[in-house]
């Protein structure tokens, strides 16, 4: 039982630490879609599916009127982006309520992604992404899921309506800052889509690996070697 309060204290002190140095700077993000991201993040890096210290949420259970893209370092804590992002018109106009994997759906797809290479499309340079949650997004690459720029995307729009415009299923930024989000994240880095749904679940919400990563990293090489040291020195076998 006390062991098990002690992993469950390293996940918990991490997760608390990380999030209370960018609740500064990202003050709408809610703290458990952060933990659900942090985890799946965490559960990914221990996969060796991520070597990127950045993680990307996009929060569609807030507003599309609201920025609800943070990019975050979480090698050093710091939010690098925090903007508005569109949903896809299938998930509806004013809030996004439906998630779909099913081509032609134009809904947005929940779960977790890696980012993959750029490309120039019918949007200009634009960032594949390859979805890892089963039957929740992993026909992304076939449906033409991208992250591209977008002119119905940016503060500029909402003086005109109260909602950005939609997208067929992209996370589509402003393009005045597609290129910064793009270059920022490109590469496999990890990308979380939340939204409202009772039916999401995915393996990568493991908090028991997710911990078991945190302490496997925590152990340095120069701790190993300070450890097997002490053991030397009291009688043990190097």
């Not at 221990?46 to 996009?58: E, F, M, N």
């Not at 076939?142 to 720029?149: D, F, K, T």
């Amino acid at each position: 039982m006390e062991e098990k309060e002690t992993k469950r204290s390293i996940l918990v002190t991490n997760f608390e630490s990380t999030y209370q140095q960018i609740k500064a700077f990202a003050p709408t993000l809610d703290s458990n879609v952060f933990k659900q991201a942090y985890i799946g993040y965490l559960n990914l890096r221990d996969q060796g599916k991520t070597h990127s210290s950045i993680l990307s949420i996009a929060d569609l259970s807030i507003h599309s009127s609201q920025p609800r893209l943070w990019i975050i370092d979480l090698a050093d804590d710091r939010v690098l982006v925090n903007t508005f992002v569109a949903h896809g018109r299938g998930s509806g106009l004013t809030e996004a309520k439906s998630f779909s994997n099913r081509p032609n759906s134009n809904q947005s797809s929940l779960g977790f992604y890696l980012t993959g290479e750029t490309y120039q499309g019918k949007h200009g340079r634009s960032l594949r992404l390859d979805g890892l949650d089963e039957g929740f997004n992993t026909n992304a690459r076939a449906r033409g899921i991208v992250l591209h720029g977008a002119w119905y995307v940016g503060s500029k729009i909402l003086k005109g309506q109260d909602r950005m415009g939609v997208s067929q299923g992209c996370p589509a930024v402003a393009e005045a800052l597609k290129d910064k989000i793009i270059n920022l994240i490109k590469d496999k880095s990890v990308l979380y889509i939340h939204g409202s749904s009772k039916t999401y679940h995915s393996a990568l919400l493991n908090e028991q690996l997710a911990t078991e990563s945190l302490m496997a990293s925590s152990i340095t090489p120069e701790k190993t070697l300070l450890d097997s040291m002490e053991l030397n020195e009291s009688g043990g076998l190097l």
